[in-house]
Nanobody, 120 residues
Framework: QVQLVESGGGLVQAGGSLRLSCAVSGRTFSTYVMGWFRQAPGKEREFVAATRWSGGITRYADSVKGRFTISRDNAKNTVSLQMNSLKPEDTAVYSC?????????????WGQGTQVTVSS
């Protein structure tokens, strides 16, 4: 079982930055993939970014490429999402997720989410 707890959300003006963190506890393996997703009001949840727990491979949604950076700290068991040049359309609840299969497509564990609001 894996537990995920997000933090770092808040209110920021357009053009600003925020850093989200996901504390990971429980049993994880180097093959796990850790991802960030977001869901805006009235919209479906969408993929934002993902990285393999062992490092080496990262993926980003086209909408955040060049602005967001996903990273992991294995010693601290955290996965972070640095968000720069934020836009009002980035407003959403951001959730951390873990994919034990390593496929980047099968996320079985989810955090409760943290709200990010970008004002224009």
């Amino acid at each position: 079982q894996v537990q995920l707890v997000e933090s770092g959300g808040g209110l920021v003006q357009a053009g600003g930055s925020l850093r989200l963190s996901c504390a990971v506890s429980g049993r994880t393996f180097s093959t796990y993939v850790m991802g960030w997703f977001r869901q805006a009001p009235g919209k479906e949840r969408e993929f934002v970014a993902a990285t393999r727990w062992s490092g080496g491979i990262t993926r980003y949604a086209d909408s955040v490429k060049g602005r967001f950076t996903i990273s992991r700290d294995n010693a601290k068991n955290t996965v972070s999402l640095q968000m720069n040049s934020l836009k009002p359309e980035d407003t959403a609840v951001y959730s951390c997720a873990a994919d034990p299969s390593g496929s980047f497509f099968s996320y079985d564990y989810w955090g409760q989410g943290t709200q990010v609001t970008v004002s224009s």
